[in-house]
């Protein structure tokens, strides 16, 4: 698994986790938003009349209202984002991450409205009588010109496919329920294989019957989730509301310059900060992926910009309001920075080859440009000597989860109803723990991903009962995420190989799904990163080489509105 995480983490360094990467996908959404005029702010009103149902009709083809489109693509972007996502990101980088997930969600509401508006443009309506779309098919299928001549990018069209296929697993499948099974473990001791047992088989009966089934199921489990989760948030942000003004403080005053170490918290400078804000916002919301134009393809519409406006409410909802009450939580509570009991991953384990002292100011200042990556320190290999579960070994440091690791006692992982503790020797080569004996850790160290927002839902006025709501919205949040993104699969899958090779792919989906709920839950993140940067990176490409198309589409949209809707207040097209 190590092995399996350090490789996986190479690919992302030179891709999702790059530097250029957060630069590509702010920067397309913020030359949208100046090329046309800000589009966010100014149809804003509009979107909302829209899938309001104002301007619906019957005979307007497609397959699902302009809700249902929402709460299908909804469903695909609000889930482990909003709970373990933001919870990540300020574990990596500090409340100032959070500001970058807002700035991520702000104009990705243009984004957004771009590939959306373009996917419906240029849907196709299949054999079955089903619409398809999806940045594949405006890819495939738009005037792609270079020097006034006409080129072919189906080449690229099929390579969007594919990495959506990919990213059905890497966002949709494994890390939803890796954190459904996580949090149901730490929650209600239930055993993270029968998690995914039973939700798989409950995955399968929901998407075997297609779009129609899944928005039906989907425009009623968003609603609900949303109204369970903000009940739980509120009574933990009210509950600690004199701090409600210094977390708000605190999102804002580190943006350019990273937060400063504080609590079990070491520190992270601005660039880990915009780097981890910008990629957990983007799996949060994912403007810019091209995931949400595939849902939004088969709803009921002949104007394509009408569906673009639609998208235009998804990052909003999905992260300046879900995720920003999330953050919320968090700071207002304190304890994205403080330490609690926790059995180690090994992927998240360190042993650096000397000691440092967290109380000690100079030592902690190591270890800070240590984790940020400004100077590498040497990392132990040889054995850990334990004596009834204690560390004997004085010239080493424990890290874990970016933090110094306190009180860790090593136990027998062989299956049993109580725990044993180890006595012998572990192998450690290069900082991690490398030995085939089945061990596990346990200690005081940071958390992050969906027990941090277990732990933070605690601090409210339903005390420990907290917990249950975050493991009850993280059930609906992911789930629903996890039966939309199957959805996206079988697009791309019927676009590469024709309708035939759904059922097949609808299999592995689900057989996928029951194995992750079991596997490393950083492998499972690392792996995510990847999948979303190989949808993303095409899909910015063809919508920046579309641009003139999308400012044509909004024209058009004008005139037809005033044409059909005489006398209705419009924004200016």
């Given at each position: 698994m190590l092995q399996i995480n350090e490789f996986l983490s190479l690919i992302d360094s030179f891709i999702g986790g790059a530097v250029w990467f957060p630069y590509a996908l702010l920067g397309t959404g913020l030359f949208f938003t100046i090329y046309l005029k800000f589009p966010q702010v100014r149809f804003f009103r509009h979107a909302l009349r829209i899938v309001s149902g104002k301007f619906d009709r019957k005979d307007l083809p497609g397959d699902t209202s302009h809700f249902q489109a929402l709460s299908t693509a909804l469903s695909g972007t609000v889930g482990t984002g909003n709970i373990a996502g933001v919870a990540f990101a300020v574990h990596l980088g500090g409340p100032a991450a959070l500001f970058w997930m807002l700035v991520t969600a702000a104009l990705g509401m243009c984004t957004k409205f771009v590939e959306v508006s373009l996917?419906?443009?240029?849907?196709?309506?299949?054999?079955?009588?089903?619409?398809?779309?999806?940045?594949?098919?405006?890819?495939?299928?738009?005037?792609?010109?270079?020097?006034g001549k006409k080129v072919n990018l189906k080449w690229l069209a099929t390579i969007f496919a594919v990495a959506t296929v990919l990213s059905s697993f890497g966002t949709g499948s494994l890390p939803q329920i890796n954190s459904i099974s996580s949090t149901m473990l730490s929650t209600f001791g239930v055993n993270q294989m029968l998690t995914g047992a039973v939700l798989a088989i409950c995955l399968g009966l929901v998407i075997i019957g297609g779009i129609k089934r899944i928005a039906a199921v989907t425009s009623k489990l968003v609603p609900g989730m949303a109204i369970v989760y903000f009940i739980g948030a509120f009574a933990v942000i009210f509950f600690n509301i004199e701090n409600i003004i210094p977390s708000f403080v605190s999102i804002f005053s580190d943006i350019f310059t990273g937060t400063a170490a504080t609590g079990g918290f070491i520190g992270a400078n601005l660039a880990f900060a915009f780097n981890r804000g910008v990629n957990r916002g983007l799996f949060s919301n994912e403007a810019g992926q091209g995931s949400a134009p595939i849902a939004h393809a088969s709803a009921k519409a002949n104007e394509p910009l009408s569906e673009g406006m639609v998208a235009i409410l998804e990052p909003f909802i999905d992260t300046i309001i879900i995720c920003l009450v999330t953050g919320l939580v968090l700071l207002s509570s304190g304890v994205w920075s403080e330490k609690h009991n926790n059995q180690f991953e090994y992927a998240e384990i360190e042993i650096l080859n000397d000691s440092y002292k967290e109380s000690n100011p100079d030592n902690s200042k190591t270890i800070y440009d240590h984790l940020n990556g400004i100077k590498a320190l040497p990392v132990y290999t040889g054995a850990l000597n334990v004596v009834d579960g204690k560390i004997q070994n004085e010239d080493i440091t424990f890290l874990h989860s970016r933090s110094f690791a306190e009180n860790v006692m090593v136990y027998k992982n062989e299956g049993l109803l109580t725990d044993e503790v180890f006595t012998g020797q572990v192998e450690i080569v290069n900082g991690t723990v490398t030995d085939s004996k089945p061990l596990k850790f346990i200690g005081e160290s940071l958390v992050h991903s969906a027990p941090l927002t277990a732990i933070a839902f605690n601090r409210g006025f339903f005390g420990d009962y907290g917990q249950y709501i975050v493991s009850i919205g993280l059930l609906l949040f992911a789930f629903s995420t996890a039966i939309s993104w199957s959805y996206y699969g079988d697009r791309a899958m019927t676009f590469l190989f024709g309708s035939k090779s759904v059922i097949y792919y609808r299999?592995?989906?689900?057989?996928?799904?029951?194995?992750?709920?079991?596997?490393?839950?950083?492998?499972?993140?690392?792996?995510?990163?990847?999948?979303?940067?190989?949808?993303?990176?095409?899909?910015?490409?063809?919508?920046?080489?579309?641009?003139?198309?999308?400012?044509?589409?909004i024209k058009e949209y004008g005139e037809f509105f005033e044409k059909t809707f005489p006398g209705e207040k419009h924004p200016k097209f």
């Open positions: 996917s419906h443009k240029y849907r196709n309506k299949l054999d079955d009588g089903t619409m398809a779309g999806g940045p594949m098919y405006y890819m495939k299928n738009a005037d792609f010109k270079i020097g299999i592995v989906y689900v057989i996928a799904f029951f194995f992750a709920a079991f596997q490393d839950t950083t492998i499972i993140w690392t792996l995510s990163g990847i999948t979303i940067a190989l949808m993303t990176i095409p899909n910015l490409i063809g919508i920046i080489w579309l641009r003139k198309d999308m400012k044509q589409t």
